[in-house]
């Protein structure tokens, strides 16, 4: 911490869901920051998540990629920026001049800030003269954003999160808001609390947190979407629901749309597999309230019908002229911080800027022009997917990947990595050293992480924030613009003189204005903030877009005019012939593997995995099965099996959830290479992706689930990394003062085996416990009494709870009595085992809440919170908490 930095308060927005929730950090020289939610942030008006309140746990400089390193001989060496600069455009130069400009591609994210997204994209498009820059956007938003472009002509976002509040009925489709988006998810809690006639639909195949405060779940076929809204649409037809007058002025294309639809009550409960009376329920419910969001999320986009999905939930909205108006319209949650500010910029390889075509030659001209620039990319360029396969093909030769990590996040990952192995040049920008991507990179380049950048984000309802630096720059670590406009100047480039956020910021503004109105005029517009001074850009209070001068404040909704952004000012009814999954399950792979997120961890952890607040509530991947299909696959509850396809495999431990129809299974996507010996979700994914987005099916590859043998299980607590390799699989996250590992292994365990595993040498205080007859190993060593390690073995039976254990590395010195029983695992007066965590920020577990439930006979989340904390805080827990209230007798 820089000691010259005055105390402040620094207003920020949170770098993880794009729900965007404005965050403030009180920063006093020496401490680290104190991280709460900004009451004055419209997004979630002072609360925050449990991954946001634990942000402070993240700041840490361990495992930070600080320096420029370049590979030579297959060894990583620090360079400084101009050698690493002087690489990277070299290379780049080389190629193009060698291959053309489309044998180089950026690999961007949602994760970098709309002026890092700007010179990106106005790099690769208008300088290279390439579209192959594409974004990890393609795996989470694309559907969406065809279906807008299809639906409104343009890639719009119609509401507002207050919509959620006024609304009479929330639908969630394939959205697990309960954990993806928890403050909006709250919000929408409160606002039933207010007018509990509001009404929860969640449509999701699993029984998620996000169903326990629900109306009515309906617990769909995956991939089966399409079936469910095309029967709603016929149904609001057929009962004369539609909004005559809305749909003959404003809207184009219902006849072909219905008649793709015509679908009975019977058949679509057929198809999506439901109960017919709920699938009426939720038809009469939704005919007769008028104010209805219908929000998705990944359950939607993540197919091979997203688009169609999207359109099909659309098309009911527009049947009813149900948009734009207070409390009505569908609404795209988006998955990343500034996932809608990528699309401003068009950062995917099919769109230009500012919402712009590029297969517009006027827009094409327009964006040039205003560039200034040599030359625009004519055609659009490779889709995420598609791009990887250009890369192992040797079409596309060099890739600069940035803030993302394609190697655990691409559908058929393995590929992906024999791509990297292939490629000429890799350059990775990234905060942190030990990622599967970085491991293959050629040209590694230290960006600044959150809290140290600088810049803009737009949240799910259109909000531009700014992401205020309150830290120093680390290292040599550089924005992600200036390594950018460093490369392309050493390119000769001109157009790339920026000295801050702001100028970059400001040019985007500008563009979005240029000749921007009349007939054709786009919607996206930010000219009433082009000219924004410094001082302006600095104070910029949070703005939903469009911001024109006659709309100096911002639009909060879009639409209610019944003008859309099509050539004739109308939107369009798509029709959506429903089509299944195009992989489906079979004798050899008979489960449908669906993949998605827990509640406490981001991605691939590289943040969250530092918080010990956040590492406890779901501490190893997990392949969640439906009791039945565990017993056919021979695998059992709390083993460990390996799930694998077509494409690839990994281990992980089998559980029930109670929440995964037959036939299904859900594993979690956030270990990596750096956090589990084989867990990379990507491996195993088929590489479908949706024709019109492109976006991959990430919820649905035909999987095989077996036991996966091992003579033992044993956990490790350890302040410092162990010996892996004595263990046959493992899995990390972070504890209070001490990594955890889950393990499993073969072959003999003792004192040199767990000496060895734990890297200890011969004259330490070292304790051992054995008791062969039962298959039980431990073990720990400790350094002038403070507990530095220890590892726990059974061959067979449970293991003893690790919450007990890991509050010893707390403490200085152990007293005799702890150290008596340490290898007990558990304290002498034998106090009650909390069980798994369910409130991460006051650390309560499961087993605590149920006794309190139980003992004092609480009835409601707020009596558990009165009595126990839990659920106090963040309030992520209390759909948690809703359930054991439930199944607790
Ligand atoms: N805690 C946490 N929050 C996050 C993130 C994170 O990593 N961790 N990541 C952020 C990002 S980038 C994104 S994109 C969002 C994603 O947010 P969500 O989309 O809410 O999360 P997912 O878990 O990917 O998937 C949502 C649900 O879709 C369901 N589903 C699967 N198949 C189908 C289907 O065919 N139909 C329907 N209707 N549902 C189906 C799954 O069972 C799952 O519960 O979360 C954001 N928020
Ligand atoms: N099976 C399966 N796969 C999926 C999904 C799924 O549901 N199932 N979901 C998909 C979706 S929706 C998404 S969004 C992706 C996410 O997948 P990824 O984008 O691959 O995951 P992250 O861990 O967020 O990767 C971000 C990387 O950027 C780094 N980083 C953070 N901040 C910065 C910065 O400011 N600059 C730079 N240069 N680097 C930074 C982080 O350290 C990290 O290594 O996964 C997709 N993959
Ligand atoms: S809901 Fe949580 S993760 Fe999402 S922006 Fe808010 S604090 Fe961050
Ligand atoms: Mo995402």
């Given at each position: ?15 993880y ?18 991280i ?14 449990v991954k946001g309140a634990a942000l402070g746990e993240t700041l840490g ?539 406490d961890q981001w991605?691939?952890m590289t943040r969250t995995g530092k918080s010990p607040r956040l590492g406890s509530h ?115 996250v972070q504890g209070e ?103 991460s920020c ?48």
């Amino acid at each position: 911490m820089d000691m010259s930095l005055p105390v402040s308060t620094v207003r920020t927005t949170c770098p993880y869901c794009g729900v965007g929730c404005g965050v403030k950090a009180n920063v006093k020289p020496g401490t680290i920051p104190i991280i709460s939610g900004d009451a004055d942030h419209a997004a979630n008006r002072g609360r925050l998540c449990v991954k946001g309140a634990a942000l402070g746990e993240t700041l840490g400089l361990d495992g930070r990629l600080l320096y420029p390193q370049l590979r030579e001989n297959g060894e990583l060496r620090r360079a400084g920026w101009d050698e690493a600069i002087g690489r990277v455009a070299g290379g780049l130069a080389g190629i193009i001049a060698e291959h053309g400009p489309d044998a180089v591609a950026f690999y961007v994210s949602g994760q970098i800030l709309t002026e890092d997204y700007y010179v990106a994209n106005k790099f690769m498009k208008g300088y290279i003269g390439s579209a192959n820059i594409d974004t990890n956007s393609r795996l989470c938003m694309s559907s969406s954003v065809a279906g807008h472009k299809r639906a409104f002509g343009e890639d719009i976002v119609p509401g507002c999160y207050e919509d959620f509040e006024l609304a009479d009925m929330v639908v969630l489709a394939g959205s697990n808001a309960a954990w993806c988006h928890p403050t909006l998810f709250q919000r929408i809690l409160r606002a039933k609390e207010a007018k509990p006639s509001l009404q929860i639909v969640v449509i999701d195949p699993r029984r998620t947190a996000t169903c326990e405060l629900a109306d009515l779940h309906l617990p769909i076929k995956p991939g089966t979407d399409v079936w469910l809204f095309n029967g709603l649409l016929a149904y609001l037809a057929r009962e004369g629901v539609a909004d005559q007058a809305f749909v003959a002025a404003h809207t184009e294309g219902l006849d072909a749309a219905l008649a793709a639809a015509r679908i009975e009550i019977e058949e679509v409960a057929r198809a999506c597999r439901l109960d017919p009376r709920a699938v009426r329920a939720f038809y009469e419910n939704f005919a007769a309230t008028r104010k209805v969001v219908t929000a998705y999320s990944q359950g939607v986009n993540q197919s091979s019908s997203g688009t169609d999905k999207v359109n099909s939930i659309i098309n009911c909205h527009l049947l009813t002229g149900r948009i734009g108006q207070p409390g009505m319209g569908p609404f795209s949650l988006t998955g990343q911080p500034n996932a809608m500010g990528g699309r401003e910029v068009g950062g995917l390889a099919n769109m230009l800027a500012a919402h712009m075509e590029l297969d517009n030659a006027q827009h094409r001209e327009l964006v040039r022009s205003f560039w200034n620039a040599p030359r625009i990319a004519s055609k659009p360029g490779l889709k995420a997917v598609d791009l990887f396969r250009a890369i192992e093909e040797g079409t596309v030769k060099a890739v600069w990947i940035m803030a993302t990590n394609p190697l655990v996040s691409l559908p058929d990952a393995d590929r992906v990595r024999r791509a990297l192995d292939k490629c000429e040049l890799v350059i990775a920008s990234d905060i942190v050293l030990d990622t599967d991507t970085n491991v293959r990179a050629d040209v590694l380049l230290p960006a600044l992480a959150w809290g140290e950048k600088d810049g803009t984000v737009t949240n799910s309802e259109r909000r531009i924030s700014r992401q205020r630096a309150f830290l120093p720059a680390p290292g040599e670590a550089r924005a992600d613009w200036q390594a950018l406009c460093a490369v392309a100047r050493r390119m000769g480039y001109s157009g790339f003189d920026y000295t801050s956020a702001h100028e970059i910021f400001d040019e985007h503004a500008r563009l979005s204005g240029w000749r921007n109105g009349g007939e054709n005029a786009r919607l996206f517009d930010l000219s009433g903030l082009a000219g924004i001074g410094r001082a302006a850009y600095d104070a910029l209070e949070p703005v939903q877009w469009p911001v024109t001068p006659h709309a100096s404040h911002g639009s909060t909704r879009l639409f209610g005019d019944g003008i859309f952004a099509h050539p004739n000012r109308k939107a369009r009814f798509i029709a959506t012939m429903p089509r299944a999954p195009v992989n489906a399950p079979d004798g050899e792979y008979p489960l449908a593997l669906n993949t998605g997120r827990v509640r406490d961890q981001w991605h691939t952890m590289t943040r969250t995995g530092k918080s010990p607040r956040l590492g406890s509530h779901v501490p190893e991947p997990f392949i969640d099965l439906h009791p039945h299909d565990a017993l056919l696959c021979g695998v059992r509850e709390g083993e460990l099996a390996r799930v694998s396809s077509r494409w690839g495999a990994m281990v992980g431990r089998v559980t029930h959830s109670g929440g995964i129809a037959r036939g299904g299974a859900f594993v979690p996507i956030h270990w990596s290479g750096p956090t589990a010996s084989d867990a990379r979700v990507g491996a195993i994914v088929n590489p479908v992706v949706d024709p019109v987005s492109g976006e991959p099916e990430f919820k649905h590859t035909p999987v095989k689930v077996e036991p996966f043998v091992v003579e033992w299980q044993a956990f490790v607590l350890s302040r410092t990394a162990p010996q892996l390799d004595a263990l046959t699989w493992w899995t990390r996250v972070q504890g209070e003062g001490f990594l955890r590992y889950e393990a499993g292994g073969r072959g003999k365990v003792g004192g040199e085996w767990a000496l060895a595993l734990l890297g200890v040498d011969e004259d330490a205080d070292w304790i051992e416990y054995e008791d062969r007859s039962a298959g039980v190993y431990r073990a720990a060593y400790l350094v002038d009494g403070r507990l530095q390690a220890c590892v726990l073995v059974a061959k067979a039976g449970a293991l003893p709870p690790r919450e007990w254990l890991g509050s010893l590395f707390a403490q200085e010195v152990l007293g005799a009595g702890k150290r008596a029983v340490l290898l007990a695992g558990r304290p002498a007066e034998a106090s009650a085992d909390a069980g798994p965590t369910v409130c991460s920020c006051f650390g309560v577990g499961r087993n605590t809440i149920c006794a309190a439930i139980r003992e004092k006979g609480l009835r409601t989340a707020s009596e558990v919170t009165a009595c126990l904390k839990a659920g106090g805080n963040c309030g992520s827990c209390l759909p948690e908490i809703g359930k054991l209230l439930t199944i607790t007798p």
